[in-house]
């Protein structure tokens, strides 16, 4: 029963969420961004169980072909409780991160996640986003 909660949930123990994480985005622009909308990506608004992997692939390729000092996704979150939101986007971030890892050839130490919880701005949908920066 637990199990399947976990799966849901997109990680199995809370200490997974810090591996591969950055504390905060970089001040510089990045060079190439790729946006989705969370409720495109995800099974449900609370899940971090992804529902339509194949249009993560257009990142995937460019990770996979291009050359890159570092990229980040960034997911974000728009309605909820500050510390639910924090613990999602960070599920998020790092369920996308894994796709790409398992389904792309690139040097993933350089991929790295950061869950930035809710948007400070009403009205701005949840989404994910892969900042490339060089």
Do not use: C, H, W
């Amino acid at each position: 029963m637990l199990r399947g909660f976990s799966k849901r949930r997109g990680y199995e123990d809370a200490s997974d969420l810090k591996k591969k994480s950055i504390s905060k985005l970089s001040s510089q622009p990045s060079n190439k961004d790729f946006e989705f909308r969370a409720k495109n990506l995800f099974d449900k608004s609370d899940s971090a169980k992804l529902k339509n992997e194949k249009s993560l692939d257009q990142a995937g390729k460019f990770l996979e072909q291009n050359k890159y000092s570092l990229a980040v996704v960034a997911a974000s979150s728009e309605v909820g409780d500050a510390a639910k939101d924090r613990k999602l986007t960070q599920a998020r971030a790092k369920v996308v991160r894994d796709y790409l890892v398992q389904n792309y050839r690139f040097d993933d130490t350089r991929l790295k996640i950061i869950g930035l919880g809710k948007i400070p701005k009403p009205g701005e949908p949840s989404r994910v986003s892969i900042l490339n920066y060089n």
